[in-house]
T-cell receptor, first 113, second 113 residues
Framework: GAVVSQHPSRVICKSGTSVKIECRSL??????MFWYRQFPKQSLMLMAT?????????EQGVEKDKFLINHASLTLSTLTVTSAHPEDSSFYIC?????????FGSGTRLTVV | QKEVEQNSGPLSVPEGAIASLNCTYS??????FFWYRQYSGKSPELIMF????GDKEDGRFTAQLNKASQYVSLLIRDSQPSDSATYLC?????????????FGQGTTLQVKP
């Protein structure tokens, strides 16, 4: 089946630094990538939607200058958390969509100290 | 009103019983409905999807959709301790042109041996 490789799985960074999370579709082309954030014991909240070669569409309340999304190719999408703060600590996960359906990445646990 | 609502639980059932999980959604134009299972700290796993009114069965799982009532449910027969997890209902809103999934807050299921 379709596989989306997400890296890193866990990252600890210092407050004020930036972190990049990558999602690669390994055996298919992800025309659309959704990025979600999940706080403990809460559901997945959609942050943004990206399509290859175009600017991401952000959900209301999500800072586009803080959460930079790049979908440079049909197999790679990245989320960069800029100037991270402790309140950005969360589980970040990508969800790809192609003509066959949806595939989740494995998620990234970000801890900002 | 939230777009997708679930009772957060926990729902506790004895091993071998039927677990019934419910979900309501607000966008009457929604066409696609999904049930995911998520273990703590892990990526969600797809259990079933349903597009048409009525029941859809897959092994021990049955999804039920009633578009008139804007209601979708998941029945788990012969519940096992390994079914203990958080179950997420997801909907593609009718207003979406990207196919984004909107998730409910999830229902925690506990199956007691």
């Amino acid at each position: 089946g379709a596989v989306v490789s997400q890296h890193p799985s866990r990252v600890i960074c210092k407050s004020g630094t930036s972190v990049k999370i990558e999602c690669r579709s390994l055996d298919f082309q992800a025309t659309t990538m959704f990025w979600y954030r999940q706080f403990p014991k809460q559901s997945l909240m959609l942050m943004a939607t990206s399509n290859e070669g175009s600017k991401a569409t952000y959900e209301q309340g999500v800072e586009k200058d803080k959460f930079l999304i790049n979908h440079a190719s049909l197999t790679l999408s990245t989320l960069t958390v800029t100037s991270a703060h402790p309140e950005d600590s969360s589980f970040y996960i990508c969800l790809s969509r192609d003509s066959y359906g949806y595939t989740f990445g494995s998620g990234t646990r970000l801890t900002v100290v | 009103q939230k777009e997708v609502e679930q009772n957060s639980g926990p729902l506790s059932v004895p091993e071998g019983a039927i677990a019934s999980l419910n979900c309501t959604y607000s966008d009457r134009g929604s066409q696609s409905f999904f049930w995911y299972r998520q273990y703590s700290g892990k990526s969600p796993e797809l259990i079933m999807f349903i597009y048409s009114n009525g029941d859809k069965e897959d092994g021990r799982f049955t999804a039920q959709l009633n578009k008139a009532s804007q209601y979708v449910s998941l029945l788990i027969r012969d519940s096992q301790p390994s079914d203990s997890a958080t179950y997420l209902c997801a909907v593609v809103p009718g207003s979406s042109n990207t196919g984004k999934l909107i998730f409910g807050q999830g229902t925690t299921l506990q199956v007691k041996p």
